[in-house]
C-alpha cells in the first residue's frame, strides 16, 4: 500500500505570492489533516477534512484555506505569504471514523523569503 | 490549548531508561504518541483511549491518567534508533483534530 505523498517536497516563494501545497492519502482514507511544524512550535493543526468536507479548523489567518476533492486528494493554499509562514507543511491521512491512527506524508518545506 | 510535554530534551545512553510526559489543561479523550527522525515523517507508536489500559510493546510503553489529564511515555532500555523527536497528541470527545505538543528531543549515545 502507497504512503501519504506530498508534493512538491520543497518550495521557495516570495513575500505576498500565494500558494497550493497537494497530499494523496493512503487508498481508502477519507481524513486528510494538515499541520504546521516550525522549530519550537510543534506540530500546529491547520485543518481537518472528511469526504469533502472540513470537519475541524486550527487557529490560522483565512489566508490558509483547503479543499479535498471526492477521490480524498487534498491541497491546501496560503495566500499573500509573509516571512512568518516559512515551515514544514505536513499532511496526515486516516479512515476517518476517529480515535485512530494518523499516517504522516514527508511533508513540503515552505521556504518565504 | 496546547499540551504540554516535558522534558524539552534528554540525552541518555544506550541501555537507559526515559520518561517523557504529555500533561493538557482540557479533558482529555484519547492521547496519542508519534515519533519523528530528522528529516521524516512522524511515526505512529501507539493511542490510549480514555477508559482503555496502559498500552506498549515490551520496551515502550504509555499510560494515561484521565484525572490528572496526562499521559506518560516509558522507553524502557533504550536503543540508538529510540533517538528522535516525540510528539503527543491529544483529542477531546467527540472531535477528530489532535493537538499536539512541542515535541520532546531524545538523544541515544552509545
Known amino acids: 500500500k502507497a504512503g501519504v505523498t506530498q508534493t512538491p517536497r520543497y518550495l521557495i516563494k516570495t513575500r505576498g505570492q500565494q500558494v497550493t501545497l497537494s497530499c494523496s492519502p493512503i487508498?481508502?482514507?477519507?481524513?486528510v489533516s494538515w499541520y504546521q511544524q516550525t522549530p519550537g512550535q510543534g506540530l500546529q493543526f491547520l485543518f481537518e477534512?472528511?469526504?469533502?468536507?472540513?470537519?475541524n479548523k486550527g487557529n490560522f489567518p483565512g489566508r490558509f484555506s483547503g479543499r479535498q476533492f471526492s477521490n480524498s486528494r487534498s491541497e491546501m493554499n496560503v495566500s499573500t505569504l509573509e516571512l512568518g509562514d516559512s515551515a514544514l507543511y505536513l499532511c496526515?491521512?486516516?479512515?476517518?471514523?476517529?480515535?485512530?491512527?494518523?499516517?504522516f506524508g514527508s511533508g513540503t518545506q515552505l521556504s518565504v523569503l | 490549548q496546547q499540551p504540554v510535554q516535558s522534558p524539552q530534551a534528554v540525552i541518555l545512553r544506550e541501555g537507559e531508561d526515559a520518561v517523557i510526559n504529555c500533561s493538557s489543561s482540557?479533558?482529555?479523550?484519547?492521547v496519542h504518541w508519534y515519533r519523528q527522525k530528522h528529516g521524516e515523517a512522524p511515526v505512529f507508536l501507539m493511542i490510549?483511549?480514555?477508559?482503555?489500559e496502559q498500552k506498549g510493546h515490551e520496551k515502550i510503553s504509555a499510560s494515561f491518567n484521565e484525572k490528572k489529564q496526562q499521559s506518560s511515555l516509558y522507553l524502557t532500555a533504550s536503543q540508538l534508533s529510540y533517538s528522535g523527536t516525540y510528539f503527543c497528541?491529544?483529542?477531546?470527545?467527540?472531535?477528530?483534530?489532535?493537538?499536539f505538543g512541542t515535541g520532546t528531543r531524545l538523544k541515544v549515545l552509545a
Open positions: 490510549l483511549l480514555k477508559g482503555g
Open positions: 487508498s481508502g482514507h477519507r481524513s
Open positions: 482540557k479533558a482529555l479523550y484519547s
Open positions: 496526515a491521512s486516516s479512515p476517518g471514523s476517529g480515535n485512530e491512527k494518523l499516517f
Open positions: 497528541g491529544t483529542s477531546t470527545s467527540g472531535t477528530y483534530k489532535y493537538i
Open positions: 477534512y472528511f469526504s469533502e468536507t472540513q470537519r
